[in-house]
């Protein structure tokens, strides 16, 4: 069995195909639609009709709400912990918040399972490799847990890492996990 390829072609056959195919059209047109008539002229006495009023502008975007600055007023580290927690379920799309140092013990949590926090731990410690990779900040993330997302943010200290998480139906925006830094460290700092 043959297969012809395109050199196999008659060429001639070819051109007069593509002949037919471009083949110059007549320079008659045809008229599909009809011209309009002549205006009529305005009846004396009548207004010319008002112009269409524009249809209203459809609402845009809405601008992301602005989240106010974690102020911490309390000295003690248990208040200032809790404040931090209740500011990120105020302020941030999440149904559970916590605190938990790198070595996954929970400081601070609302709204989540010790399941969840216990996992801390073993995923700040599974960072430190990824942390010595030039140019890869490994301080923020998000992680599956079976229909949740877990994201995080981590602040380091003199006395060690912790980390402030949130469990939502989906990852924060890269916003919100600056937001979440800042109140983080605003809250360590001094402790």
């Known amino acids: 069995m043959t297969v012809r390829s395109v050199s196999w ?3 001639q056959r070819v051109s007069s ?7 110059p059209r007549s320079q008659e047109r045809t008229t599909l639609v009809s011209p309009m008539a002549p205006p009529r002229p305005a009846a004396q006495g009548k207004a010319a ?14 601008p992301p709400k602005e989240v106010p600055r974690l102020v911490q007023t309390s000295d003690n ?6 404040t931090l927690v209740a500011w990120t379920l105020d302020h941030h799309a999440c149904v559970g ?31 430190v490799g990824v942390r010595s990779i030039p140019g890869v900040d490994a301080t923020a993330g998000a992680l599956w847990l ?4 877990m994201s995080w943010v981590e602040a380091r200290t003199a006395r060690g890492g912790f980390c402030l998480g949130t469990v939502g139906d989906e990852a924060l ?19």
Request: no cysteine; proline share 10%.
């Open 49 to 62: 009709p008002a112009p269409a009023k524009p249809a209203p502008a459809k609402p845009g975007p809405t």
């Open 9 to 11: 072609t008659d060429a």
């Open 97 to 127: 918040a916590f605190v938990a140092d790198d070595n996954g013990l929970t400081l601070a949590a609302h709204g989540i399972s010790e399941a969840h926090v216990s996992l801390v731990g073993p995923l700040l410690s599974a960072l």
């Open 146 to 149: 079976g229909a949740q997302m």
């Open 77 to 82: 580290p248990a208040d200032r912990l809790d």
């Open 173 to 191: 925006s890269t916003r919100a996990f600056e937001q979440l830094k800042e109140a983080l460290e605003t809250t360590l700092h001094g402790l």
């Open 17 to 23: 195909l593509l002949a037919q195919v471009t083949a």
